[in-house]
T-cell receptor, first 111, second 116 residues
Framework: QKEVEQNSGPLSVPEGAIASLNCTYSDRGSQSFFWYRQYSGKSPELIMSIYSNGDKEDGRFTAQLNKASQYVSLLIRDSQPSDSATYLCAVKQGGSEKLVFGKGTKLTVNP | GAVVSQHPSWVICKSGTSVKIECRSLDFQATTMFWYRQFPKQSLMLMATSNEGSKATYEQGVEKDKFLINHASLTLSTLTVTSAHPEDSSFYIC????????????FGPGTRLTVT
């Protein structure tokens, strides 16, 4: 069973802090990795994609990928209350169009 | 860019009737679209992969005769829930992959279906 694992949380951080979200995956053939944000009652929104080892930064968000450890993370700097949402890690496995989603980590940023 | 729309955003129907949900990619062509279902406080569940001009590929346990998918153009896929029952009440979300882009899937806003 090819899986994507995330801590379900909830993860609670104070406003202005760094939120760190982690994800592991089981399929070594995975090629593409994504982070989605889902507000309650809404559909997922793509916030980051990463394809190669290392860090990728976009504004307050940094995605980190380590294929050897089968690990991908998302850092949110200067967290804001508006960042409070469930963050979904998604992995595209080799040879498939489908994304495998983790169950999500619920983040709460406290003012 | 990469906008996906869904219509309707919510629908209430009586048990036994059919409901059609449309998913459109507004500013890109999508050879492949995906249909998901999400129950309250649960994770996304992929129902099927829809390919333009060919039959959809359904996930294990999803009844293809109950959830009819048509992907007749590069910008439109439809999901029809036939003979709906209360247990079909859920949040149905489509996503689309840009045919000229990478592997990213862009999600529509979702359709909330309530069957009474």
């Amino acid at each position: 069973q090819k899986e994507v694992e995330q801590n379900s949380g909830p993860l609670s951080v104070p406003e202005g802090a760094i939120a760190s979200l982690n994800c592991t995956y089981s399929d070594r053939g995975s090629q593409s990795f994504f982070w989605y944000r889902q507000y309650s009652g809404k559909s997922p929104e793509l916030i980051m994609s990463i394809y190669s080892n290392g860090d990728k930064e976009d504004g307050r968000f940094t995605a980190q990928l380590n294929k050897a450890s089968q690990y991908v993370s998302l850092l949110i700097r200067d967290s804001q209350p508006s960042d409070s949402a469930t963050y979904l890690c998604a992995v595209k496995q080799g040879g498939s169009e489908k994304l495998v989603f983790g169950k999500g980590t619920k983040l709460t940023v406290n003012p | 860019g990469a906008v996906v729309s869904q219509h309707p955003s919510w629908v209430i129907c009586k048990s036994g009737t059919s409901v059609k949900i449309e998913c459109r990619s507004l500013d890109f062509q999508a050879t492949t679209m995906f249909w998901y279902r999400q129950f309250p406080k649960q994770s996304l569940m992929l129902m099927a992969t829809s390919n333009e001009g060919s039959k959809a590929t359904y996930e294990q346990g999803v009844e293809k005769d109950k959830f009819l998918i048509n992907h007749a153009s590069l910008t439109l896929s439809t999901l029809t829930v036939t003979s709906a029952h209360p247990e079909d009440s859920s949040f149905y979300i489509c996503s689309a992959r840009d045919s000229q882009g990478g592997s990213e899937q862009y999600f529509g806003p979702g359709t909330r279906l309530t069957v009474t």
